[in-house]
């Protein structure tokens, strides 16, 4: 394959403007090893990926930097702070929606503020723009039975976004939907990224979907997680999507995720 506009990949990155730091993180699970040694930093309104095989640590890192989940060993800062379990700086997008059966779409999405004190009104303004934005009009009465998997993972998108945090986990948040709707998805999501200038840091197993929505992809060794490399895909993001994902820098950044993948896959 042609190597035109590669993207840049290095061993280590960091940056003057990190939200979010990540320093000497370990995780164990009783004689498991699942995390060792994580140095990391997500710059602001930075989206970021974590890539890897099953089992490398993705999802406990992300639990981790959420306050979800202790280290072992290392700590966590966002905005400077040392976290020490979750707060209002930091939003999770479960991957199976994790949502109230018993409320409505627009309660959930409230859900968030109403635990803040925010008043009814604003509740509902806030809430009534965010399910706009993830094309749930109409629906904003409907309970989580009612509605498709993909629609139930637009009301946990819309109710990370209402409250208004700094750093956005999202676990998978794809996962559960069908080609169409993921590719849909993707696509919301890069426009939501733009718009509200967030930190996103975002798991995924797919190396399509990571090149496709990050503009920055952390590769991360099997277990004991480690960081194996980091990747700047080279995108243009001003083309359409079709031109994007037959972009040869597009193309090419894919290849060579795969190629260092490839020996840790059975």
């Known amino acids: 394959m042609q190597q035109a506009a590669r993207s840049t990949i290095k061993a280590a990155a960091t940056n003057d403007e990190a939200i979010v730091q990540v320093r000497g993180i370990d995780k164990t699970y009783g004689d498991i090893e699942a995390l060792r040694n994580v140095d990391l930093e997500f710059s602001r309104g930075k989206l970021t990926t974590l890539l890897g095989p099953s089992g490398c640590g993705k999802t406990t890192l992300l639990k981790i930097i959420a306050g979800l989940v202790p280290a072992t060993a290392g700590e966590i ?3 400077g702070r040392v976290v020490t379990g979750p707060g209002p700086e930091r939003a999770f997008v479960f991957q199976d929606f994790a949502l109230m059966p018993w409320a409505t779409v627009m309660r959930n999405v409230a859900f968030g503020l109403e635990l803040r004190g925010v008043n009814a009104a604003e509740r509902k303004r806030i809430a009534t723009h965010y399910i706009e934005e ?3 009009v ?3 009465d409907k309970y989580p039975h009612e509605l498709s998997g993909g629609m139930r993972q637009r ?3 819309a109710r990370a ?3 208004n945090a700094d750093v956005l986990l999202l676990d998978e948040p794809f996962s559960a939907v069908d080609e169409q709707n993921r590719r849909k998805f993707q696509e919301d999501l890069l426009r939501l990224v733009d718009l509200e200038k967030k930190t996103f840091i975002f798991v995924t197993h797919s190396i399509e979907e990571a090149v496709y929505v990050s503009d920055r992809i952390v ?3 099997p277990r004991p997680g480690r960081i194996s490399q980091i990747i700047d895909p080279k995108i243009d993001r001003s083309a359409s999507p079709d031109d994007i994902r037959r972009d040869p820098g597009y193309l090419n950044t894919v290849e060579e995720i795969w190629d260092g993948l490839r020996h840790y896959v059975d």
């Open 155 to 157: 009301v946990g998108i």
């Open 134 to 136: 993830v094309g749930l």
């Open 138 to 140: 109409g629906f904003e």
């Open 77 to 79: 800062r966002v905005n």
């Open 219 to 221: 590769l991360l060794s």
């Open 161 to 163: 976004f209402s409250v």
